[in-house]
Structure formats: C-alpha cells, structure tokens
T-cell receptor, first 114, second 115 residues
C-alpha cells in the first residue's frame, strides 16, 4: 500500500465551485505539505503543517485553504475555483527537522477548472 | 524569478550511454541540493543529494557533481537504462530550511532512454 495517498486522482470542476483535495499518510510523519506543479514552473509550495496545530502559508497560498484533521490527514481546499488553478497538486510528508530530510510525495491530483 | 533552472526541458540518450542532466541556481544561500525523479502518474521520489561541503556524491549508477563557484550541479547516470526514463527535478535548500518549507524546485528535465 502507498505511504502517501491522495484523493481524488483526477477532478474536473467549474469556475466558482468549492473543491477539496485530500491527503492521507501512513508514514507517521508530523510534517505535511501541499505543492502545485505547472508546466514550466516546477513545484511550488502552497501550504505546510508541522503538526496538527500548526498551519503555515507557502509561496502561493492565495485562493487556497487547508485543514490538518489529524497527524495523518491534510486537506487542501479551493474555496472558489478559477481556471488558473488548473494544475497537478502534490501532497508530501517529511520526517523531521533537517533540511536534508527527504520529502515523500503522493501520486498527485490532476485538477481542471473550466 | 526562477532561482533554480533546468534549461533543458528534455533529453534523449541511448541505452548504455551516460545521461547528464544539468541544473543552475542563482541564490548563493542554497546549501543543500537534491534530485527527485518522477514517473508519469506518480509523485516525485528522492534520488540523490549533495551538501555544499562536497563537490561529488555517488550512489550506484547515479553521481551528482556540484560546482559552487559556477552555481551549477549535474546528475550523471551511467549506464543509462530504460527504467531511467522519467522527469528529473533539481531542488535546492538554504541552510536555515529546518522545516523543509524553503525547498526550491527546478522546472524539470524529461529524460528518455532509447533502447
């Protein structure tokens, strides 16, 4: 079984709709992250959480919100989706405190906003 | 402002030959560098890393070279195998990236190994 799972894997929605992307992990890591990938731009950080009570904005948080329901669950919401939020979204986890700690990524959610 | 650049969007290499993927960075505060590999419909997976105190790190067929003065790193894969066909992301981290939230990714290079 995958250590980091994301649901849904693909989603098509319309402008103005609210949508939630979910991430679950069985790695026991405290740190979780949401990234988006756009063609020609690499991965950019949206939000991150160091534990259940800690939520922080990343580089591109406008238009997004998150919820850390438990150590294992971290959800990303688009309150009112717009077409330029069409992208590939990745959840990731990390075990600890060092910059050298590897991040473990989920398989991604491909979101299309029409 | 792209602080980590992978100027080759794609690269094709014959099986058995050496693959060289390049990455340039502009921020002199970057202290640690990583390569991630991504297959279609999967998330990136960690491949190899290097600290700025080193100029080379080797792991099996994969070697990363760091040239701090040129702000350049490269990933060498020898010999290249069909399973190496993937997108490779370079990533850079400053020294104070204790929460791993300051990781900056490059745009990726799609490597295709030709049998």
């Amino acid at each position: 079984d995958a250590d980091v799972t994301q649901t849904p894997r693909n989603r098509i929605t319309k402008t103005g709709k609210r949508i939630m992307l979910e991430c679950s992990q069985t790695k026991g890591h405290d740190r979780m992250y949401w990234y988006r990938q756009d063609p020609g731009l690499g991965l950019r950080l949206i939000y991150y959480s160091f534990d259940v009570k800690d939520i922080n904005k990343g580089e591109i948080s406008d238009g997004y919100s998150v919820s850390r329901q438990a150590q294992a669950k971290f959800s990303l919401s688009l309150e009112s989706a717009i077409p330029n939020q069409t992208a590939l979204y990745f959840c990731a986890t990390s075990p600890g405190l060092a910059a050298s700690d590897t991040q473990y990524f989920g398989p991604g959610t491909r979101l299309t906003v029409l | 402002d792209q602080q980590v650049k992978q100027n080759s969007p794609s690269l094709s290499v014959q099986e058995g030959r050496i693959s060289i993927l390049n990455c340039d960075y502009t921020n002199s505060m970057f202290d640690y560098f990583l390569w991630y590999k991504k297959y279609p419909a999967e998330g990136p997976t960690f491949l190899i890393s290097i600290s700025s105190i080193k100029d080379k790190n080797e792991d099996g067929r994969f070697t990363v070279f760091l040239n701090k003065s040129a702000k350049h790193l490269s990933l060498h894969i020898v010999p290249s195998q069909p399973g190496d066909s993937a997108v490779y992301f370079c990533a850079a981290s400053p020294k104070d990236n204790f929460g791993n939230e300051k990781l900056t990714f490059g745009t990726g290079t799609r490597l295709t190994i030709i049998p």
